[in-house]
């Protein structure tokens, strides 16, 4: 079981220790308020703001104030690999963690670069190809008991 803030769209991956399929899914939504989450700006895919390569994106996230999530969307110019990097602000503790989707996968920060290091803040970066007229969601989040700050998102074609 998973408990979902908000009635809505959601997009569902399964996978498999050893590759082996099989699966149902059944879905529905019980509104409980020890699960819903504060109104969160940007908070949702249908909210997205719009990104342009080579132009930096900037937003601000504030887990105690509900806002945990930001999200962006890219329409793809031409075919290639894309790469979105996230930086937080200066003197600031923040987690970030950046995840794109586009329809069938999802990649995320983990999996990606880190450019984390004692003397600079939080630095994650994920590459995705992209087909031309494709869109890709990318979400720039922090855990739910991070701190506040800012950062910045930049976006880049790297061949």
């Known amino acids: ?21 099989g699966a149902t899914i059944k879905a529905s939504f019980s509104p409980m308020p020890g699960v819903l989450d504060r109104p969160d700006p940007q908070g949702r895919p249908d909210e997205a703001g719009s990104l342009k390569v080579g132009i930096k994106a900037e937003g601000a996230l ?13 329409r793809a110019t031409r075919n290639g690999v894309l790469q979105f990097r996230v930086r937080g602000e200066r003197d600031t503790d923040i987690d970030l963690i950046l995840e794109a989707f586009d329809g069938r996968s999802f990649w995320d920060s983990v999996d990606g670069i880190e450019w984390d290091n004692a003397e600079s803040p939080d630095e994650e970066s994920i590459e995705v190809p992209m ?19 800012g950062y910045s998102l930049w976006t880049r074609w790297i061949d």
């Open 1 to 21: 079981m998973v408990a979902l803030p908000r009635p809505g769209d959601y997009f569902v991956i399964l996978t498999t220790l050893e590759d082996q399929a």
């Open 62 to 74: 504030d887990p105690d104030e509900g806002d945990i999530r930001d999200w962006f969307v890219y």
């Open 131 to 149: 087909k031309k007229g494709e869109a890709i969601y990318v979400r720039v989040r922090t855990w739910t008991n991070g701190n506040a700050s």
